[in-house]
């Protein structure tokens, strides 16, 4: 009578054991970075009760990290929110079971508004007007490069003639016209010059350059942020740079991309040469990538891939 006795109150005990454990609280947070536009959702399905009775479990949420409750408790897991200031949210969710206990974790966010380091670039060689943007700690310009003597590519080609020329290509969509450079007149035939074709003072993007753009930010976030109308200004826009093969009499052909030059390039151990470029196309992707595969070889070659010009000013 004893033994049952001593078995029953250990049965109460671990009873009263895992009644007394609190719920696990989780939370998700997609996406971490975005702008006063994005929606962010916040999911708490990774939440359970020690005793299994994950379906009793209650939620609410704090948005600003000051532990005041934002919300009711609900049976919602999830929460979708908009934050039109710019700044870093720390993000809460409390979770409650039926026994009255609580668990509390916690996330952050990153929120950008509309960039307001703005101004505006004379190129003295023509007087042209430039938007430009300022984006961590470097000037971009926002517009493409418009200089240069238009040629038409049917017609002349660009050659090392100590006269800097652009194509014009005509967008379709956009029912406008925009420049267009070999790489190699972009550097003014000079692999070391980074400067290029830009105004003194400014240069052609390295690779590093352009790649520290889209280091920090998920790529769907950067493709919003900084494609045309996205709010950091720099407005780079999905295009059709176009191409043609080693025969200048051809036409030219769209490979659905925008082409932005880079003044990074490197030759291979075939000698082939390879030029860098950021690119961005028409399904609204990002990417630095290399190309002269059709072994252009040695300054003489004129490369068969034509690009836009962002410049970046120069590094104090």
């Known amino acids: 009578m004893k033994l ?34 994005t929606l962010f959702e916040f999911n708490s399905d ?14 609410r ?15 919602e897991t999830k929460y979708v929110k908009r934050f039109p200031i710019p700044g870093t949210y720390y993000i809460s969710v409390e979770v409650i079971n039926n026994n009255g206990l609580t668990a509390v974790a916690g996330d952050s966010i990153i929120v950008f508004g509309m960039n307001k380091d703005t101004s505006t670039l004379i190129d003295p060689r023509d007087g042209k007007s430039y938007q430009i943007v300022k984006i961590n700690e470097m000037w971009w310009m926002a517009e493409s490069l418009q200089y240069g003597v238009v040629i038409d590519p049917l017609v002349v080609e660009m050659t ?3 006269i800097d020329e652009r194509y014009l290509v005509y967008d379709i969509f956009k029912q406008d016209t925009f420049s267009v450079y070999s790489f190699y007149e972009a550097i003014k035939y000079d692999l070391h010059h980074e400067q290029g074709i830009c105004p003194d003072g400014w240069h052609i993007p390295t690779e590093n350059e352009w790649r520290s753009l889209f280091n920090n930010y998920p790529l769907e976030y950067a493709v919003k942020y900084y494609g045309e109308n996205g709010l950091s200004g720099l407005h780079l826009e999905k295009g059709a740079s176009p191409y043609r093969w080693h025969d200048p009499d051809m036409p030219f052909h769209s490979l659905g991309e925008a082409r932005y030059w880079s003044s990074t390039y490197f030759t291979d151990n075939l000698d082939v040469f390879h030029a860098g470029a950021m690119s961005f196309n028409e ?4 990417d630095f990538g290399y190309i002269g595969k059709n072994h252009l070889t ?5 490369a068969q891939y034509l690009g836009t010009i962002r410049c970046v000013k120069n590094h104090k």
């Open 46 to 59: 990774g939440s359970y009760d020690k005793k299994g009775n994950g379906l009793a479990l209650q939620y």
């Open 160 to 162: 090392n003639n100590q």
């Open 283 to 286: 399904s609204g992707s990002f």
């Open 4 to 37: 049952f006795s001593s078995a029953i109150l250990l049965l109460i005990l671990i009873s009263c054991n895992e009644e007394s454990y609190p719920p696990y609280a989780q939370i998700e947070s997609f996406p971490l970075i975005g702008d006063s536009t």
């Open 298 to 302: 040695g300054m003489e070659s004129r």
């Open 61 to 75: 949420w704090d948005f600003n990290g000051d532990l005041i409750w934002d919300t009711d408790y609900s049976y």
